[in-house]
């Protein structure tokens, strides 16, 4: 049974700035709910970031949500299915809903002895591991973080792109370091539907894919753009649950999906994606947003289901933090480990989180 539930803030620095096309993240805000109960806790990370750039949630919007609309669900017996169901009527919030799902379905699994792997069906004991390599000041620059991405040992790299800052980078790099290596791009919507043209130059450098050119909201334009560039098209803030992922699909305004939980609202509804893709031949990754090591465990579960068949966005603890929050994830081989532990497998370091906390309030939950 649930007996307390705790919010707690806190804040770590990145290693080094992620520029996108919408702005540069320097830390991370971060937001974590612990479910307490039975001498177990079950850990939560949210993905929102400190402005909703990204998408029109953001962290301190979450954690009001959470409070006030969200947390009064949560009684004594709540599971993650029946929490999911309950709040199914309180639109949006999805990254909101995502961290309270995780936790409670964390603490679930943690008290009947499964690991998250198991329990969403995981088919694989590592996964493949790419790394998003954000926009730099120069080409140069940009080759040289590359280089040293592919000396760490990353399967695959993805290029953020702007307009002014596309087609030149990606020849550049594709020249570089050759025709095999795995490339895509990402342009977190920054472009137009009149930019298919432009777009259509990235079709000579052999990408895996271009993911979301356009504003997440257009789809029947992403399909336009899909018959007018030859590269396929991913889709990730578009896709913000499995019905949009199945009209997505059905219109052609994708053909690949970026699953990432915290997006949709947790990993019941990721599972949903993914099931729905796998059945369809779709293929899916997991992407990432800045997660510490709390998230980043159950995402490594989720990416080794059957249908994720690309490299994902899972990178290597050292990729984002000097030091993470729980034992950090080793790049090995250019994989890393699926955890096997009980709910998500890993553990914080109590000590540690508790110094970059900011604050850490304990909600008592109804019986
Ligand atoms: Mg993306």
């Not at 043209?197 to 992403?222: G, K, M, S, T, V």
């Not at 699926?338 to 497998?345: D, E, K, L």
Request: charged residues 20%.
């Amino acid at each position: 049974m649930i007996s307390e539930i705790r919010l707690r803030r806190a804040h770590i620095d990145l290693v080094s700035p992620f520029r996108t096309s919408f702005g540069v993240e320097t830390a991370r805000d971060l937001l974590y709910i612990e479910v307490h109960g039975d001498g177990v806790t079950g850990w939560g990370e949210c993905t929102a970031m400190s402005e909703p750039m990204y998408s029109s949630e953001y962290v301190d919007g979450c954690e009001a949500v959470i409070r006030r609309f969200l947390l009064p669900h949560v009684v004594g017996g709540t599971t993650a299915e029946s929490f999911t169901k309950s709040v199914a009527g309180i639109r949006g919030h999805y990254m909101a809903k995502a961290v309270v799902e995780t936790a409670l379905l964390d603490h679930q699994l943690r008290c009947d002895g499964v690991s998250f792997a198991k329990f969403l069906g995981a088919t694989q004991s590592r996964v493949r591991s790419g790394v998003s390599v954000g926009i730099q000041p120069s080409i140069d620059d940009l080759l040289h973080v590359v280089q040293k991405y592919l000396d760490d040992g990353y399967l695959r790299i993805k290029l953020k792109i702007e307009p002014g800052f596309d087609i030149e980078p990606v020849r550049a790099v594709r020249r570089t370091f050759g025709d095999a290596l795995l490339l895509q791009v990402d342009a977190n919507s920054a472009y137009h539907v009149n930019d298919a043209a432009h777009l259509a130059q990235l079709d000579d450098f052999n990408l895996l894919l271009i993911e979301q050119p356009l504003p997440e909201e257009q789809l029947a334009a992403h399909a336009e753009l899909a018959k007018l560039v030859h590269t396929p098209i991913c889709l990730d803030e578009s896709i913000l649950s499995v019905e949009v992922a199945r009209d997505a699909l059905a219109i052609g305004a994708c053909s690949i999906i970026n699953i990432k939980p915290g997006r949709v609202g947790g990993y019941l509804e990721a599972k949903k994606i993914h099931d729905l893709c796998f059945e369809r031949g779709v293929p899916v990754w997991c992407g990432g947003m800045l997660e510490t090591g709390i998230g980043r465990a159950a995402n490594l579960a989720l990416a080794a289901l059957p249908g994720f068949t690309l490299p994902g966005d899972t990178s290597a603890s050292a990729r984002y933090f000097q030091r993470d929050v729980t034992s950090p994830f080793v790049l090995r081989d250019g994989h890393l480990d699926v955890p096997t532990g009980v709910g998500i497998g890993v553990d914080p370091d109590l000590n540690y989180l508790d110094s970059i906390t900011s604050r850490r309030d304990v909600l008592t939950v109804a019986r």
